[in-house]
């Protein structure tokens, strides 16, 4: 039974920092590459950051480059995303996601609210 649940999500305000984290089990997470998405209120989900199986690769989109860390500790089957200097745009519920040997893993998202 697979398990994948972002958490940490809350409200902040605008230039402030907040960390999610995903734990995961039910599949072989060291060998899973993993990403966030993002989806704002009234818009499709969007893909914000991936990662490799290792954690030694990275890869942002334009809107959270410089601003976002994704890391990865798979001793504790955990990622990691780091969100500093965050807008209101940045107003989302907030998934990572799991792709294993070509199976695609969903979890649920935490809501993070930027605002004054």
């Known amino acids: 039974d697979v398990q994948l649940q972002a958490s940490g999500g809350g409200l902040v305000q605008p230039g402030g920092s907040l960390r999610l984290s995903c734990a995961a089990s039910?599949?072989?997470?060291?060998?899973?590459?993993m990403s966030w998405f993002r989806q704002a209120p009234g818009k499709g989900p969007g893909w914000i950051s991936w990662?490799?199986?290792?954690?030694?690769?990275?890869a942002y989109a334009d809107a959270v480059k410089g601003r976002f860390t994704f890391s990865r500790d798979n001793t504790k089957n955990t990622v990691y995303l780091q969100m500093n200097d965050l807008t209101p745009e940045d107003t989302a519920v907030y998934y990572c996601y799991a792709r294993d040997r070509g199976t695609d893993y969903w979890g649920k998202g935490t809501q993070v609210t930027v605002s004054s």
């Open positions: 039910g599949f072989t997470f060291g060998s899973a590459e």
């Open positions: 990662i490799n199986s290792g954690g030694g690769s990275t």
